[in-house]
Every structure is written in C-alpha cells, then in structure tokens.
C-alpha cells in the first residue's frame, strides 16, 4: 500500500514540514558525497579543514537553537497538566492536612552501609507513596529522602 510520506510520522518529509527537523540549513550541503576525486591541494585542504571546524560549530549552534525553540512552552505545559492531574486526583490523598505539618522525621539512605539513618530536616515537595498507621510517607525525587507527617485519626 503506498503511502504519502508527507503524511507518515516517521519520514523526513513529515518532520521538516511539520517542524521537528532542521529544514533548510546550508551546513547540511558540505556532508553530500562527491564521486569526483580532486587534486591534492595543501592549502586547500588546511583551509576545508578550518572551514569543517567553523561549519560544525555552526551547525551545532543551530541545532540547540532549534531545539530551545521546540523545548520552549514545555515546562509550562507540563506543570498545567500535573496541576490538572493533582485537581481531579486530590481525593485519593486521605489526609490533606498533615501535608502540611512538618515531618517528625526524615530518613535518608547512608551510603556506607546502605541502611536509613533517622535524621531531622525541613519539608519540601515530593511524592506521596503510602499512608501507613498513622502517617503518610512522602518520597522527594530531588533529594531522595524519605519524609514521614503524622496523622490524628
């Protein structure tokens, strides 16, 4: 079944008409194959060897560009969507208020011996991962510390 690569996500022309390729850059025209052998010329050869460092700068240039302007609303995006997620999952967090409380305790992995050692701290952001008895326990993805709220039942 033939097909129009314009229309299927993994062919070139798909992604330089949609965006996610470089499209037209003149530093793509230097990495054609050329059948015809040339003369050996030493200054021309040191000066093609300059001009490969300067074009592959360039060329390296403009593909962070690219991808900072494809990367651009990204985080913004990301955040509208866990706040989205939070919003419509925040009853399935039992005890709202002791997420607020500060921890008794936070354990954090000793890296000698591989075992938590209990040490004190402040809170900051994480992930729930259990309610257990009679505290929730809040795993932070920056740190790796482990936090433990109390809960009143």
Not at 29 to 57: C, G, M, Q, S, V
């Amino acid at each position: 079944m033939k097909r129009n690569p314009r229309k299927v996500k993994w062919t070139k022309a798909y992604r330089r008409l949609h965006g996610k390729d470089m499209t037209q850059d003149s530093t793509f025209e230097f990495e054609r194959k050329r059948n015809r052998p040339e003369r050996y010329d030493r200054n021309l050869a040191e000066n093609t060897l300059k001009a490969i460092k300067k074009i592959d700068k360039v060329r390296v240039e403009r593909e962070a560009r690219h991808h900072a302007k494809r990367m651009k609303g990204k985080r913004a995006k990301e955040q509208k969507e866990a706040a989205k997620e939070l919003e419509q999952s925040i009853h399935m967090v039992k005890a709202p208020a002791a997420l607020q409380q500060e921890p008794f305790s936070y354990f954090t992995k000793d890296q000698s011996q591989g075992f938590p050692a209990a040490i004190g701290g402040k809170s900051h952001g994480g992930v729930i991962l259990l309610l257990w008895q009679a505290a929730v326990l809040k795993f932070c993805v920056c740190c790796f510390q482990l936090f433990i709220y109390p809960i009143q039942i």
